[in-house]
């Protein structure tokens, strides 16, 4: 595997950097970093190499994690303030023992995590939970609230998923990085297309009045009043001058070729309709992946405990199952919403991190899959860096 990218990976106990080894097919492990915090999402500008990872809990309090040396040291931009902060500021023994001090932090106990991360030309943004968006324009040193989506008129009415209220998703045009796509559980998805300063929800039906599977059974994350259903799990936006986008949701995968302002579902031919995670082709809209597990309460592990990551070359209308190197029996981990990614070499490789702590990689789009690393703490996100 040489010559691919380095895998960004974050985890419950920290941030990891894969890299493929000289001479063999082996990759190299390196971390835990950022002090084991819980680290949601990691990743890397492509131009200058620098790599943020966003996280924390109701413990730490939220923050986002810069390196400039490939992931070996990493400096903190504290966000919020957790339980530690009090602890310590009430108990000098405790705040000498974990090395505290106090220090202002820019938003208060607002939110807990960051969730999510996106680079947008020299911007980069940050996803909390609860939901709100987070600027940076100085390389991830400060941060400051995108305010226009917190006051969007659905903003009262947001709910939130089984994981709370998460902003979870954030993309941008590589064209043109003012215009950009969040997914939100559960709110559904949002679009700008002047860097955030206004929004608009885009989750309309393109057929409203089209029988759904999902929403027959009642499912009250399905489809309904002419709407998509609003937990979107992952969106992904296919390369090309089209704004076609792709949303694996709590109960499907829908398909828009107008930047989200119409949905059609391309679920027929999974053999579930719960998932999370998704990847799209570097170079074909119609080529997608996913990885649907047995349902939200038939335990989220792969249908039969066999493992397939399921591709479809024809926009969703069909779907094929990619099972080579992947385990066929007694098989029930999870694959998290942001835990699957893709380069963009010829044939585009593939990769995927469980709540085991694996990481699977394929270098032949899928027809054949190997375990890079194993014993992992839970994976949270798998992101590539290829630097230009």
């Known amino acids: 595997m040489a010559g691919r990218p380095m895998l960004l990976v974050g985890t419950t106990k920290g941030a990891f950097v894969l890299e493929p080894r000289d001479g063999d097919a082996g990759w190299s492990v390196r971390g835990p970093y950022c002090d084991g915090w819980p680290v949601n999402h990691v990743v890397g500008d492509p131009v200058t190499g620098t790599l943020w990872a966003g996280g924390g809990s109701e413990w730490s309090g939220a923050g986002v994690w810069r390196s400039g040396d490939g992931g070996h040291t990493w400096e903190l931009s504290r966000l919020t303030t957790g339980a530690m902060d009090d602890w310590a500021a009430n108990d000098p023994g405790f705040a000498a023992a974990v090395g505290w001090t106090a220090e202002q932090v820019p938003s208060g106990t607002e939110f807990s995590q960051v969730w999510s991360l996106g680079v947008a030309g020299d911007r980069v943004y940050a996803g909390t939970k609860p939901a709100a968006l987070l600027a940076s324009d100085d390389g991830g040193v400060t941060w400051t609230e995108v305010e226009s989506l917190r006051r969007h008129p659905s903003a009262e009415d947001w709910n939130p998923g089984a994981a709370g209220l998460v902003l979870h998703t954030i993309l941008a045009d590589p064209g043109d990085p003012s215009r950009l796509w969040l ?11 002047d860097a955030g300063g206004q929004w608009e929800r885009r989750n309309a039906l393109a057929l409203p009045d089209e029988p759904d599977a999902a929403a027959a059974a009642g499912h009250p994350g399905g489809p309904g009043g002419g709407e998509v259903g609003l937990c979107v ?12 986008l792709y949303q694996r949701n709590h109960v499907g995968v829908w ?28 170079r074909d809209p119609d080529t997608i992946w996913t990885i649907p597990l047995n349902g939200d309460m038939e335990g989220r592990y792969p249908p039969d405990a066999a493992a397939a990551v399921w591709r479809s070359t024809d926009g969703g209308a069909t779907w094929e199952a990619q099972r080579a190197g992947l385990p066929q029996e007694s098989c029930f981990f999870t694959v998290l919403r942001q835990a699957m990614a893709g380069d963009s070499a010829d044939p585009a490789g593939l990769y995927f991190g469980t709540n085991t702590g694996s990481v699977f990689a394929s270098t032949d789009e899928g027809e054949s899959w190997a375990e890079v690393a194993r014993h992992l703490p839970t994976v949270l996100s798998v992101e590539v860096l290829e630097r230009t």
């Open 233 to 244: 799990h992952h969106i992904v936006r296919a390369p090309g001058p089209g704004d076609v």
């Open 183 to 193: 997914g939100i559980s559960a709110a559904g998805v949002f679009a700008s297309k």
């Open 255 to 282: 398909r828009s070729g107008d930047g989200g302002l119409s949905w059609s579902d391309v679920t027929a031919g999974l053999p579930s309709t719960f998932g999370s995670p998704m990847r799209v082709h570097p």
